[in-house]
T-cell receptor
Framework: DTAVSQTPKYLVTQMGNDKSIKCEQN?????MYWYKQDSKKFLKIMFS???????INETVPNRFSPKSPDKAHLNLHINSLELGDSAVYFC???????????FGPGTRLTVT | GIQVEQSPPDLILQEGANSTLRCNFS?????LQWFHQNPWGQLINLFY???GTKQNGRLSATTVATERYSLLYISSSQTTDSGVYFC????????????FGTGTRLQVTL
């Protein structure tokens, strides 16, 4: 009964490929997020959705496209992967904005 | 944007010792959270503490919002406390997003 889950946990792919990461939460939350953690462990917001509507797009290249089919899911699709996209991607959710956020286990993406 | 600074950047403790981690932030906040990222990379919620004091076992946290800082206390440290501790804030006047500090890397030795 994992609260916030992500698949896959590890993703190794070549430059130029397209890949997706899926996120699901069973907490009944209405706000979901994607964060990126770089090789120096720095965590930064990428996107947030509230009730399936995009509310934050933090100057992320348009090769990254989030999609929220319903309030419990927020997927991240990445086109034309580059070496610099290698990172750990975390999904999170909260009940409303400005409330406690709960994080998934992360997806480690390696682009070769 | 808001600045979030954590200190110290690195900390080595012997098992059983106590420590205090600090988080300073440069603007008013709606939300402040402390996380522990364990050696397996998992982000574990420790406290949701925009103001006041909370305790959970050997850990406690205090946020003084008017002075823009928060403290995380770890008492009787154990090797399982090792990892990186992050402070993250959600500041007033923007849509919700956590801005993370650069973390404190803690190593607890036997």
């Amino acid at each position: 009964d994992t609260a916030v889950s992500q698949t896959p946990k590890y993703l190794v792919t070549q430059m130029g490929n397209d890949k997706s990461i899926k996120c699901e939460q069973n907490l009944g939350h209405d706000t979901m997020y994607w964060y990126k953690q770089d090789s120096k462990k720095f965590l930064k917001i990428m996107f947030s959705y509230n009730n399936k509507e995009l509310i934050i797009n933090e100057t992320v290249p348009n090769r990254f496209s989030p999609k929220s089919p319903d309030k419990a899911h927020l997927n991240l699709h990445i086109n034309s992967l580059e070496l610099g996209d290698s990172a750990v991607y975390f999904c999170a959710s909260s009940q409303g904005e400005f409330y406690e956020q709960y994080f998934g286990p992360g997806t480690r993406l390696t682009v070769t | 944007g808001i600045q979030v600074e954590q200190s110290p950047p690195d900390l080595i403790l012997q098992e059983g010792a106590n420590s205090t981690l600090r988080c300073n932030f440069s603007d008013s906040v709606n939300n402040l959270q402390w996380f522990h990222q364990n050696p397996w990379g998992q982000l574990i919620n420790l406290f949701y503490i925009p103001s006041g004091t909370k305790q959970n076992g050997r850990l406690s946290a205090t946020t003084v919002a008017t002075e823009r800082y928060s403290l995380l206390y770890i008492s009787s440290s154990q090797t399982t406390d090792s990892g990186v501790y992050f402070c993250a804030v959600d500041y007033t006047g923007t849509a919700s997003k956590l801005t993370f500090g650069t973390g404190t890397r803690l190593q607890v030795t036997l």
